[in-house]
């Protein structure tokens, strides 16, 4: 089991940057492929940015990359999404993932793999 919880999201101009975090329960989390997504009022959950248990390799959609990198940090249990350059529509909800299994394909772009999920954190962009 692994909880997690984000934090980070809030109200920015455009250009400008966030950094959000999301910190993680129990003993397994470097056992767990991680994952951000983000969900817009009146759209789909939509895969933002993935990276591996070891940390080694990063997936990203190609229009947020360059402006969006995931990292993690196993020690301290915690995966991170720093976001520069933000866009008014970059405003979401931006969820924490894990995937404990198998991370097949391109599946990783989508919400099937993962177990577990955090609440969210708001991010709000003005132009």
């Known amino acids: 089991q692994v909880q997690l919880v984000e934090s980070g999201g809030g109200l920015v101009q455009a250009g400008g940057s966030l950094r959000l975090s999301c910190a993680a329960s129990?003993?397994?989390?470097?056992?767990?492929?991680m994952a951000w997504f983000r969900q817009a009022p009146g759209q789909e959950r939509e895969f933002v940015a993935g990276i591996s248990r070891s940390g080694r390799r990063t997936k990203y959609v190609e229009s947020m990359e360059g402006r969006f990198t995931i990292s993690r940090d196993n020690a301290k249990n915690t995966v991170y999404l720093q976001m520069i350059s933000l866009k008014p529509e970059d405003t979401a909800v931006y969820y924490c993932?894990?995937?404990?299994?198998?991370?097949?394909?391109?599946?990783?772009?989508?919400?099937?793999?993962?177990?577990?999920w955090g609440r969210g954190t708001q991010v709000t962009v003005s132009s």
């Open positions: 993932a894990a995937a404990p299994g198998a991370v097949i394909g391109d599946s990783y772009y989508t919400p099937a793999p993962y177990d577990y």
């Open positions: 129990g003993r397994t989390f470097s056992a767990n492929y």
